[in-house]
């Protein structure tokens, strides 16, 4: 694993002898803003891809960020060096050790995503408001994923629990714990632990309710 870095300028992301340095594979449209902290096994930025500041990614993970992507800043993405490549959890699952951004998406502030597993998200979610919590191991589970689909909303503080998965178009009420695997997509969740409450597909597509198409609002 490389060392910590701190990366006290923004990245010259013309200047291919530094991206050769940190051995990441950062596209020139996008940006790494001042004082973040990285040292991941693998970074890669696609076309405008956008990591703000006061982030910190770090331990044996591979991180990708998708095209027009972005982070806000003050978010955490951490990977134990204990779950190893090889390294099986208490049910025998294999740790992934890495998180997947898809293209389009917005995460707010003051997240904590726990790749020790697998996280994807899919193309145009909304990690919104602050302080959910992305989880891939646990003494109790035999899975290490979270699963968003694509087209989603999640709410400020919800909670994730390894094996977590939510189908595309799906909105996460603030607060929510998801506990287990939701196939059905336009539904919208809430509670703790986390239900279907309701379709949404008629006020998503009249756009009487607003889901993870925050792109389309931003003109990304």
């Known amino acids: 694993m490389q060392i910590l870095k701190r990366l006290t300028e923004p990245l010259d992301l013309a200047e291919a002898d530094y991206r050769w340095a940190l051995g990441y594979e950062i596209h020139p449209t996008a940006r790494v803003d001042a004082l973040s902290f990285i040292s991941v096994a693998r970074l890669v930025l696609?076309?405008?891809?956008?990591?703000?500041?006061?982030?910190?990614?770090?331990?044996?993970?591979?991180?990708t960020?998708?095209?027009?992507?972005?982070?806000?800043?003050?978010?955490?993405?951490?990977?134990?060096?204990?779950?190893?490549?090889?390294?099986?959890?208490?049910?025998?699952a294999r740790y992934q050790q890495r998180m997947v951004?898809?293209?389009?998406c917005r995460i707010s502030p003051g997240h904590f995503f726990d790749a020790n597993g697998e996280i994807l998200?899919?193309?145009?979610?909304?990690?919104?408001?602050?302080?959910?919590q992305f989880w891939t191991h646990g003494a109790s589970t035999p899975r290490?994923?979270?699963?968003?689909?694509?087209?989603?909303?999640?709410?400020?503080?919800?909670?994730f629990a390894p094996g977590a998965a939510i189908a595309d178009n799906t909105?996460?009420?603030?607060?929510?714990?998801?506990t287990r695997s939701f196939s059905t997509p336009y539904r919208l969740l809430g509670g703790v632990p986390a239900k279907e409450l309701r379709d949404i597909e008629d006020d998503i597509t009249s756009k009487r309710l607003f889901a993870g198409r925050w792109t389309?609002?931003?003109?990304v």
């Open 101 to 104: 951004v898809g293209d389009g």
């Open 171 to 178: 909105v996460v009420s603030l607060g929510s714990v998801v």
């Open 65 to 92: 960020v998708g095209a027009r992507s972005s982070i806000a800043s003050s978010n955490q993405i951490r990977c134990g060096i204990w779950t190893g490549a090889a390294a099986p959890s208490d049910h025998g």
């Open 144 to 159: 290490s994923t979270v699963h968003i689909g694509a087209d989603c909303f999640i709410g400020s503080a919800c909670r």
């Open 46 to 63: 696609g076309p405008g891809a956008h990591l703000e500041r006061f982030n910190l990614f770090s331990g044996p993970l591979s991180l």
């Open 121 to 132: 998200i899919g193309d145009r979610c909304w990690i919104a408001g602050r302080g959910s």
């Open 216 to 219: 389309e609002a931003s003109g």
